[in-house]
Antibody, heavy 120, light 112 residues
């Protein structure tokens, strides 16, 4: 079955960096677009970034543009999110989600998430 | 950006009774490829979101047939024909027609 397992979260000071990973299994990772979505405690869902199945196209939400980079290694079935210049408002549970298609058609499977806390 | 507006914010429902959630987008969700990428997600308390409905009305694998979606253009509805205890949670509509991908604010379904 489809499994997505995030790792790499933690507590970090403002201005520092963190890299999240999402290990995928149970499907052909290289055939699907992937996304990062975050959810602050008690809040709704916020899309962060997307990458096409072959890594050729990336899209970012305005609040993270220029600071976050999404990437993937199809040989390792792994999705990444490099987060630089972190701010307190970036604190959230970060989940990776699979798309239904190679480009973008909407999320289907989600990981449990990795918690990121930005605090001095 | 496409703004997704859900109503109501909260929906107290009696077990076995129907529930309906509305989602309105600030612009048409019809993609240039002719598809409408409007989905509904369920997030049970303490759990990760789960896809219920995609492309307006298609039930995802394993989703009970008491869940149904309808609508077109900018107005969409999720219906639960007979609410069960396991349906408690927050429901989100989301669009993938255009970047940035956006979500509705969520509707909390709870049992009266």
């Amino acid at each position: 079955q489809v499994q997505l397992v995030e790792s790499g979260g933690g507590v970090v000071q403002p201005g520092r960096s963190l890299r999240l990973s999402c290990a995928a299994s149970g499907f052909t990772f290289s055939s699907y677009a992937m996304h990062w979505v975050r959810q602050a405690p008690g809040k709704g869902l916020e899309w962060v970034a997307s990458i096409y199945y072959d890594g050729t196209n990336e899209h970012y939400a305005d609040p993270v543009k220029g600071r976050f980079t999404i990437s993937r290694d199809n040989s390792k079935n792994t999705l990444y999110l490099q987060m630089n210049s972190l701010r307190p408002e970036d604190s959230a549970l970060y989940s990776c989600a699979r798309d239904r298609a190679r480009a973008v058609a909407g999320f289907d499977y989600w990981g449990l998430g990795s918690l990121v806390t930005v605090s001095s | 950006d496409i703004v997704m507006t859900q109503t109501p914010l909260s929906s107290p429902v009696t077990l076995g009774q129907p529930a309906s959630i509305s989602c309105r987008s600030s612009q048409s969700l019809v993609h240039r490829d002719g598809n409408t990428y409007l989905s509904w997600l369920q997030q049970r308390p303490g759990q990760t979101p789960r896809l219920l409905i995609y492309k307006i009305s298609n039930r995802f694998s394993g989703v009970p047939d008491r869940f149904s979606g309808s609508g077109a253009g900018t107005d969409f509805t999720l219906n639960i024909s007979r609410v069960e205890a396991e349906d408690v949670g927050v429901y989100y509509c989301t669009q993938a027609t255009e970047y940035p991908l956006t979500f509705g604010g969520g509707t909390k379904v709870e049992i009266k």
